[in-house]
Structures are given as structure tokens and as C-alpha cells.
């Protein structure tokens, strides 16, 4: 991770992956895994994390806006975030697992919705300058498998909802992104067994650990 001027001891990693990847399955076993080694987990989500943040999920799961006003509600939502949340853990030492973070900004709101990339850039740079996840866990599968896997009993929100054009969008950028910055970035596929998955995870713990 990046550090600016406080010291942050603590471990940020960051999970992501286009709806119905899978991704949310595995925090749990990874919160579980730390903590059975004595670290101090804090697992938190975005958009959410906070009181504020969480009342402009709501509003950005489910109500139409304009695209910049998205992409500027997802980063003042993540600023609070870490003033809140993030960065006030890693520096007691926690680690911290979120749900999403800014790679998931750069896949929806560039790579599935067309904003300049430029843009994103700029925001990430004001918003966090110093700071970048110790590790991004991307949970890759195909287009149709990751349609298989919502949930069809519940109701879907926006996103969820796009067309498949916009996810194989989502996906291409993640991609991109993994391959630009594969140091942080394991791709990990999701279309393996639970066992299988969970075994690659440990092993990319054990080096971070």
C-alpha cells in the first residue's frame, strides 16, 4: 500500500468482480482465515460502509442519474469511507476487507457506462492519492455464469439489471486493469470449485501474511 503522512500498519485488501462473480462467498472465508491467525479484521462494503455512505448507496442503486453524478456520489461516498472506516483501521493495525473499492468505479462507471477514464483518474487522485489496496482479489467468470448466479427471487438493482453488453464492459476493465497493475491485482477464477478457490486465497494470504 501507498502511505501518506499517518502511519498505516494495517493490511487493505479489496474484492471485486462483476455481479454474480462470486466474490462475496469467499469474505467471509478470508475474514475467518485472518482471524484465526490473530489478526484484527474489519470487513466493511461500498457504496456503504458508513451512516452516509449507506443512505447514498440507496440512492445510487436505485435512482437514475446522470453519469458524473454517479461517479462523484461513488467517491464522496469512498472519501467518508476511509475517513471513517479505512483508514482510521489500518492505522490501530487492523486489516481491512471491503467489498468493492475504486477498481469497481474504474469497471462500472468507465468500462460499462463510457465515462473518460481521465475523469476517474482525477477523482482517485484527490480522493485517495496515497493510499492503494495491499491486495485486490478479482473474481473472474465468464458473462453467462455470472447471470446463473443472481439471485432471480430477489429484486435486482440498477446495475444488476444492465444488459450483457454492459457487463462484458465491466469485465473488459477489470481485466485491463489486473494486467496494468498485476502486482496488486490476483485474478482469480471463479468458475472452480469453492475448495479450489479457497486453497489459491490462502496461499496469496500466506505471502501477504
Known amino acids: 500500500m501507498k502511505r501518506g503522512a499517518t502511519q498505516l500498519t494495517g493490511k487493505f485488501i479489496t474484492f471485486e468482480g462483476i455481479d454474480g462473480a462470486g466474490k462475496s462467498t469467499h469474505i467471509g472465508f478470508v475474514r475467518d482465515w485472518l482471524a484465526g491467525r490473530g489478526k484484527r479484521v474489519v470487513a466493511t462494503r461500498e457504496p456503504g460502509g458508513t451512516a452516509l455512505g449507506e443512505k447514498l448507496r440507496a440512492l445510487l442503486l436505485h435512482e437514475t442519474m446522470h453519469l458524473e453524478t454517479e461517479a462523484l456520489l461513488m467517491f464522496a461516498s469512498r472519501r467518508e469511507h476511509l475517513a471513517q472506516v479505512i483508514e482510521p483501521a489500518l492505522a490501530?493495525?487492523?486489516w481491512v476487507l471491503s467489498d468493492r473499492f475504486t477498481d469497481a468505479s474504474f469497471a462500472y462507471q468507465s468500462g460499462g457506462r463510457g465515462l473518460d477514464r481521465a475523469k476517474l483518474e482525477a477523482l482517485e487522485a484527490w480522493v485517495h492519492p496515497r493510499l492503494q489496496p495491499d491486495l485486490t482479489l478479482l473474481f473472474d467468470v465468464p458473462l453467462a455464469v455470472a447471470r446463473e448466479r443472481l439471485d432471480a427471487t430477489r429484486s435486482l438493482d440498477k446495475f444488476e439489471r444492465e444488459e450483457a453488453d454492459f457487463f462484458e464492459k465491466c469485465r473488459n476493465e477489470y481485466l485491463r486493469r489486473a494486467?496494468?497493475?498485476p502486482?496488486?491485482?490476483v485474478v482469480v477464477d471463479s468458475t472452480r470449485s469453492?475448495?479450489?478457490?479457497?486453497?489459491?486465497?490462502?496461499?496469496?494470504?500466506?505471502?501477504?501474511l
Request: proline share 4%; hydrophobic share 40%.
Open 92 to 94: 490501530r493495525g487492523d
Open 179 to 181: 494486467a496494468q497493475d
Open 183 to 185: 502486482g496488486r491485482i
Open 194 to 208: 469453492i475448495p479450489a478457490i479457497q486453497e489459491q486465497l490462502g496461499h496469496v494470504l500466506e505471502k501477504l
